[in-house]
């Protein structure tokens, strides 16, 4: 069993930045995906970021260019800064985990809200 403790949230003018942080635990196996979803009230969760533990990292269109997504593969964590913040970002921030063979694992949810 996997767990996931995510950390960073908040409230942040337009504009500004945040960084999330989520720690995978529990596992003696390497976490093959890393990443984070969102979901906005009203709306389906949606991808923002993913990352390998070979590197390679996918983005979200909307969030391309502000937010950057890294991963410390000998701690299980995965960060998500996050630059250029504007309210359609809002939403409660999922951190997501999957390894091969096994159903994702998510976190709670940490709330960002932008907002003036």
């Known amino acids: 069993q996997v767990q996931l403790e995510e950390s960073g949230g908040g409230l942040v003018q337009p504009g500004g930045s945040l960084r999330l942080s989520c720690t995978a635990s529990?596992?003696?196996?390497?976490?093959?995906?890393m990443g984070w979803y969102r979901q906005a009230p009203g709306k389906q969760r949606e991808l923002v970021a993913l990352?390998?533990?070979?590197?390679?990292?996918n983005y979200a269109n909307s969030v391309k260019g502000r937010f950057t997504i890294s991963r410390d593969n000998a701690k299980n964590t995965v960060y998500l800064q996050m630059n250029g913040l504007k309210p359609e970002d809002t939403a409660v921030y999922y951190c997501?985990?999957?390894?091969?063979?096994?159903?994702?694992?998510w976190g709670q949810g940490t709330q960002v809200t932008v907002s003036s």
């Open positions: 529990g596992s003696d196996v390497s976490i093959n995906r």
């Open positions: 997501y985990a999957w390894r091969l063979g096994f159903d994702p694992y």
């Open positions: 990352s390998t533990v070979g590197g390679s990292a």
